[in-house]
């Protein structure tokens, strides 16, 4: 069983919007918190937002800081990113991620299947 599952992803036009979901089951739940990563083509994976699950604190990368926003809902085990103000440079795979360290991409242990996200000019 998929530890995280998420949704959501699909093609949009610049400039729209979209609003990923990130489902948790199992030992994931045990993780203090939850982050969305992307890989674009070629490239590695990098951390673009973060949450503790108690609420408490969140990053963004400066690359998405203004535009995405990650929330959670405790009750559904669910973390979500909108996504606002897409560009074509967003466009890649979208995971979610569930660790112990709000910035420390290597603390993240549990990982969704991810999500295609394309953004057409």
């Known amino acids: 069983v998929q530890a995280l599952v998420e949704s959501g992803g699909g093609l949009v036009q610049a400039g729209g919007s979209l609003r990923l979901s990130c489902v948790a089951s199992?030992?994931?739940?045990?993780?203090?918190?939850r982050g969305w990563f992307l890989q674009a083509p070629g490239k590695e994976r990098e951390l673009i937002a973060a949450?503790?699950?108690?609420?408490?604190?969140?990053y963004y990368a400066d690359s998405v800081k203004g535009r995405f926003m990650i929330s959670r809902e405790v009750a559904a085990n669910t973390v979500y990113l909108q996504m606002n103000s897409l560009k074509p440079e967003d466009t890649a795979i979208y995971y979610c991620?569930?660790?112990?360290?709000?910035?420390?991409?290597?603390?993240?242990?549990?990982w969704g299947q991810g999500t295609q996200v394309t953004v057409s000019s």
């Open positions: 991620a569930a660790g112990w360290a709000l910035t420390s991409s290597n603390s993240y242990d549990y």
């Open positions: 199992g030992r994931a739940f045990t993780r203090i918190t």
């Open positions: 949450i503790t699950w108690s609420g408490g604190s969140t």
